[in-house]
């Protein structure tokens, strides 16, 4: 099991990431309108670089997954 520095042993990460590759018809322009209004751009990744942000950490539940499916 990796450990992280800082994060008690026995702590979870959860992660909130917009996916380019899930429901990129509702996805992409609803980023489109955020990015016109918002300071701070929104970066859409493929799930397959979201799935780099957990390397060497034991995944638990259904995983990475849409939101809607934990």
Not at 4 to 32: F, K, N, R, T, W
Not at 37 to 58: A, N, Y
Request: proline letters at 11%; aromatic letters at 8%.
């Amino acid at each position: 099991m990796y450990r992280c520095p800082g994060v008690p042993s026995g702590s979870y990460l959860v992660l909130l990431h917009a996916a380019s590759d899930i429901q990129p018809e509702v996805v992409i322009p609803g980023m489109d309108l955020s990015n016109r209004v918002s300071s701070t751009p929104l970066s859409l990744r493929p799930g397959e670089q979201v799935w780099h942000f957990f390397g060497g950490l034991d995944l638990v539940g259904p995983s990475l997954v849409p939101l809607g499916q934990w």
